[in-house]
């Protein structure tokens, strides 16, 4: 079993920046891609993107790409968002969760962190 753990959210004006990290535990970390989602008010879960095992390769949907850099740091079981030129529409609550190559879908999740975004 996983346990993941986000934190560094946070209030931060339009065109700041804000790094997410996502701490894990109880598996090997290295087994699993890592991603990002988030949550806004009223709608759906949104994909962010995500890191393969190595953080060789990174992918992320087109709303974020050239802001947003994911990465990983494998010797402390920690992924992290770096979001820069945040806009108000990226207030959300952002979850990291993990996957095995095999698996169709994530299988574990955190328990979200507040970004909050001011015009």
């Known amino acids: 079993q996983v346990q993941l753990v986000e934190s560094g959210g946070g209030l931060v004006q339009a065109g700041g920046s804000l790094r997410l990290s996502c701490a894990a535990s109880?598996?090997?970390?290295?087994?699993?891609?890592m991603g990002w989602f988030r949550q806004a008010p009223g709608k759906n879960r949104e994909y962010v993107g995500h890191?393969?095992?190595?953080?060789?390769?990174?992918y992320y949907v087109d709303s974020v790409q050239g802001r947003f850099t994911i990465s990983r740091d494998n010797a402390k079981n920690t992924v992290y968002l770096q979001m820069n030129s945040l806009k108000p529409e990226d207030t959300a609550v952002y979850f990291c969760?993990?996957?095995?190559?095999?698996?169709?879908?994530?299988?574990?999740w955190g328990q979200g962190t507040q970004v909050t975004v001011s015009a």
């Open positions: 109880g598996g090997t970390f290295t087994m699993y891609q």
């Open positions: 969760a993990a996957k095995r190559s095999d698996r169709l879908g994530y299988e574990y």
């Open positions: 890191i393969n095992r190595s953080g060789g390769n990174t």
